[in-house]
């Protein structure tokens, strides 16, 4: 009779194992409703489920109210999140040297700090190694804190527009014509083209400098 009821315990725990949330709670309750009087802690010691769940699937059993499982919280944490203090020393370390994008499609910034340059940095904080995670760890922890690793490229310099020669031919044809004129004046200037820079012209390439 031992051995039976032995192997009836080991059936009940393997039809639980095989359920998951919702229906692994109200097979508990039931069994825990018919084989313990309704004693969570009792269904506890006999197969080895825990008592708070068993004691929500039998809230849901009577009641048809199901509760909601909460799966996102589960498994690892979060570098950045277990240490709030790395990640705000990861920004002050990647903000300065990453910029927006240039035409304002992405809310991303991109950096041009690698993660290995990034941990670098971190060591030269004092951080020990052993507290750092790594290099492909940091990787994933600079794409989640909106970090992107891009080398900004320099915007090369202005050629000469197709009407160039047309005009320094139109200057010099004036020139002639009028030279010996003791009515004009002749002034010589050197300018050069208003050129906008920054971050946000020129696709977002820095002036070349």
Not at 170 to 177: C, I
Request: glycine share 8%.
């Amino acid at each position: 009779m031992e051995h039976s009821e032995h192997s009836y315990t080991q059936l009940l725990q393997a039809g639980a194992k095989r359920l998951t949330g919702h229906e692994r709670r109200l097979f508990q309750a039931e069994v825990c409703l018919k084989l313990c009087e309704g004693n969570a802690r009792q269904a506890e010691r006999r197969f080895g489920w825990g008592r708070e769940n068993v004691a929500t699937g039998i809230h849901e059993f009577r009641t048809g109210i199901r509760c909601v499982e909460n799966f996102a919280t589960r498994g690892r944490r979060r570098w950045e999140d277990l240490d709030p203090q790395l990640a705000q020393d990861i920004r002050q370390i990647v903000g300065p040297k990453s910029y927006t994008d240039p035409e304002l499609k992405s809310s991303r910034r991109y950096s041009t700090l690698s993660a290995n340059e990034v941990l670098e940095a971190l060591r030269a904080k004092g951080l020990r190694q052993e507290d750092l995670p790594r290099e492909r760890s940091m990787r994933d922890i600079l794409n989640r804190m909106n970090f992107r690793l891009k080398r900004i490229q320099k915007g090369k310099p202005l050629k000469k527009t197709r009407d160039t020669d047309a005009i320094f031919a139109n200057l010099k044809a004036v020139r002639q014509e009028v030279r010996g004129d003791p009515q004009t004046l002749e002034i010589s200037m050197d300018t050069k083209a208003k050129v906008p820079i920054g971050d946000y012209v020129q696709g977002g390439k820095m002036p070349v400098g």
